[in-house]
């Protein structure tokens, strides 16, 4: 890896496996930023500091949280779709849409024109 030639004094640099965290974004439904962030400060915390500083609770428990957190997303998954969406009930919040920027929508392609969307050439 390039910038473990760079910085020889960082040990931690080697340790970084790209393929194992582009499968883990692989793996994860479409989702917001905030929910891609919290999953890496969560992974960050528990894979790093907790790891460091206390890995006999990390050897043990690590396991039981990462199926704790997993359960616990699939479960409320199943009750809020049973309690609002089966209901007719829509909550309308910033965190129900995927991005706050009208022109999200917009098309990119060059000449096509919609109305309130800038034209690319």
């Given at each position: 890896?390039?910038?473990?030639?760079?910085?020889?004094?960082?040990?931690?640099?080697?340790?970084?496996?790209?393929?194992?965290?582009?499968?883990?974004f692989?793996?994860?439904?479409?989702?917001?930023?905030?929910?891609?962030?919290?999953?890496?400060?969560?992974?960050?915390?528990?894979?790093?500091?907790?790891?460091?500083?206390?890995?006999?609770?990390?050897?043990?428990?690590?396991?039981?949280?990462?199926?704790?957190?997993?359960?616990?997303?699939?479960?409320?998954g199943?009750?809020?779709?049973?309690?609002?969406?089966?209901e007719?009930?829509?909550?309308?919040?910033?965190?129900?849409?995927?991005?706050?920027?009208?022109?999200?929508?917009?098309?990119?392609?060059?000449?096509?024109?919609?109305?309130g969307?800038?034209?690319?050439?």
């Open positions: 890896m390039v910038l473990s030639k760079i910085f020889p004094e960082k040990k931690w640099i080697p340790l970084i496996n790209i393929p194992v965290i582009s499968y883990g692989a793996g994860m439904p479409p989702a917001t930023p905030t929910n891609i962030a919290s999953w890496l400060i969560t992974g960050a915390i528990f894979n790093y500091f907790v790891f460091k500083y206390h890995k006999g609770w990390w050897q043990k428990y690590n396991y039981v949280l990462s199926a704790a957190l997993d359960a616990g997303t699939a479960f409320m199943v009750l809020l779709f049973f309690a609002l969406q089966n007719n009930i829509n909550l309308k919040w910033w965190g129900t849409k995927l991005d706050h920027c009208p022109l999200a929508t917009c098309p990119t392609a060059p000449g096509i024109m919609v109305d969307c800038p034209v690319f050439k």
